[in-house]
């Protein structure tokens, strides 16, 4: 077959080399039993290499088959193998080149193998010349042992997911005296594998025994490392792990002192506070003063100077703001408050004015000054007691003496003093003036002692000698009431007018049944006006509507027809 001539030439360029090595080394001593069975191969070389009988193939010795004769030393069967492929060229016909590269492929084995003195290891070699025999005779067998079809190429394995690059931008946002807050940003490349979470480890200062603060993974980028002892130093840093596992830590760049930061402290008086707080006698104050400053200030209080009346006002501090609470202010509770807050050796503060006030009392003196023509001149004091806030103004009022009916001259006066015009001759007046402040008008006026009496001048009046008309009259209907009609659903009113002496009284009916309380009828009298307001009538609401008067002198009635409509429906919305 085509396929065997690659490996006899093979076989013979690398002869020559083994051909040297040998030559060069001493050749062993063959094992006293082993050595026949060796050189069999060598000495079945000849008779191998004959020219066989055209369309036959070559014999070849059975496998683990003995050599028939004795095997000469190993030194003198390689000369015999050298010789064998020489020979066989020149006495083997043209037509037996089949049976050539069969006994070439021999003389080889047998030459390589007689070197070793083991026995076992020439066995390989009797047997390689069979086969290959056996192939050149048999195409059948030939085709059995043809090289199977290439498998498909193993894919190569993903390539290894790599971590994310370091956090960024790590720095402390906050400290206090157990705990200390950071902050970071995400790393720069995240890559494929995502960001699973954070890593925060500490140790102190000047060991490197780092450990994880938190159990799991730290999703955002804000961690508070709490629980720490005051005073400790400690070196923090921050690790980015995904599937690739863990990314170059961050660290800060100095070691973190645990304890409280300290700041200045400040009032921050809210705008309202800034200028004078008034409020009313018995309102309830709650004024809310936020501060800062670390760590957490001393809150102190004074009034005009003094510490606090704890039974009037109450101090409730937190760590951010201060509280003045009084439950039901009084007078005594206006003044100065001032509060400082502290922190070391800082301090400041912020001063409140409270003003509680209530109405003031009325002036203290009122007195006529002079009275000409229609004229009356008037002077008062202020009042002793201005209900803790300026004056505003003042209220002057008058009253006849026949009526005693008080009626305003001056509102939100401002003089303490005032002249009352346009008087009526003959008639006699009186004088009172209140007090007016932010919260209103004084309880209580101050009324004149004297009075003021307008004098006539030059007239004497004689008054006419009459007899008292008797205006007695049965009621009677100056206006009568008109025939209506209405919608379903709109309300409607029915008016008339009547009058009569004494003032009769009104009675209304619907069909002649009387009224009386309904809620679905709204029924008024005033000055001889006389309604019925039907509020959203019905289908049964028309008839007969009647208004009778009725007093001591007679009765009289009047009436009218009301007619309620259905309302027009428009034939698109019918169907």
């Not at 931008?169 to 890559?191: A, H």
């Not at 003021?452 to 009046?461: F, M, N, Q, R, S």
């Amino acid at each position: 077959m085509p396929s065997k001539p690659a490996p006899i030439k093979k076989a013979a360029k690398k002869e020559p080399a083994k051909k040297e090595e040998k030559a060069a080394e001493p050749a062993p001593e063959p094992a006293p039993e082993a050595a026949p069975a060796e050189a069999a191969p060598a000495e079945a070389a000849p008779a191998e290499v004959a020219p066989p009988v055209e369309g036959e193939a070559a014999p070849a010795p059975a496998e683990g088959e003995a050599a028939p004769a004795e095997a000469p030393p190993a030194d003198a069967a390689a000369p015999a193998a050298e010789e064998t492929p020489a020979a066989v060229a020149a006495e083997a016909p043209a037509d037996a080149a089949a049976a050539a590269p069969a006994a070439v492929e021999a003389a080889p084995a047998a030459d390589s193998e007689a070197a070793p003195a083991d026995a076992a290891a020439a066995a390989p070699a009797a047997d390689e010349a069979a086969p290959a025999a056996d192939s050149e005779a048999a195409p059948a067998d030939a085709e059995a042992a043809a090289p199977e079809e290439p498998k498909p190429p193993t894919p190569p394995p993903p390539p290894p997911k790599e971590p994310t690059s370091a956090p960024l931008d790590l720095f402390i946002e906050d400290k206090n005296d157990t705990s200390v807050t950071i902050i970071w940003s995400q790393p720069e490349v995240v890559g494929d594998s995502g960001l699973d979470g954070y890593t925060i480890e500490i140790c102190k200062d000047g060991t490197e025994d780092w450990k994880a603060v938190n159990e799991e993974l730290q999703k955002s980028c804000r961690y508070v490392i709490k629980n720490q002892t005051t005073g400790d130093r400690l070196k923090i840093r921050v690790v980015a792990v995904n599937a690739g596992g863990r990314s170059p830590p961050v660290a800060l760049p100095e070691a973190v002192l645990v304890k409280e930061v300290a700041d200045r402290p400040k009032v921050r008086l809210p705008r309202f506070l800034r200028q004078r707080y008034v409020a009313n006698v018995g309102a309830k104050i709650n004024l809310t003063i936020p501060f800062t400053g670390k760590p957490k200030p001393a809150v102190s209080w004074l009034k005009n100077g003094q510490p606090l009346d704890t039974k009037r006002v109450n101090i409730r501090s937190s760590d951010r703001d201060s509280i003045l609470f009084i439950r039901a202010a009084d007078r005594e509770d206006s003044g100065e408050y001032e509060m400082c807050v502290k922190v070391d050796d800082f301090e400041d503060k912020a001063i409140v004015t409270l003003q509680i006030v209530e109405l003031p009392g009325p002036p203290a003196s009122v007195k006529i000054v002079d009275t000409w023509g229609f004229n009356v001149a008037l002077e008062w004091t202020a009042p002793s007691d201005n209900g803790n806030t300026e004056i505003t103004g003042y209220t002057v009022q008058k009253a006849d003496k026949k009526t005693g009916d008080w009626y305003t001259e001056l509102e939100h006066y401002h003089r303490l003093n005032a002249t009352i015009s346009d008087l009526i001759m003959g008639n006699t007046y009186k004088f009172r003036v209140y007090a007016e402040n932010k919260c209103g008008i004084s309880e209580d006026a101050t009324v004149t002692k004297e009075e003021a009496k307008i004098l006539k001048t030059g007239i004497d009046y004689k008054p006419l000698e009459y007899l008292e008309h008797d205006f007695s009259e049965a009621p009677k209907f100056t206006t009568s009431l008109n025939d209506r009609s209405t919608t379903v659903g709109y309300s409607t009113k029915l008016l008339c007018s009547v009058r009569g002496s004494p003032k009769p009284r009104v009675q209304w009916m619907k069909n002649q049944m009387i009224i009386g309380e309904d809620p679905k009828f709204r029924q008024i009298c005033v000055q001889g006006i006389c309604s019925l307001e039907i509020r959203r009538p019905g289908n049964f609401d028309g008839g007969v509507y009647s208004c009778k008067a009725i007093n001591n002198h007679g009765e009289a009635t009047v009436s009218c027809k009301l007619e309620v409509k259905q309302p027009v429906v428009a034939d698109a919305e019918k169907k």
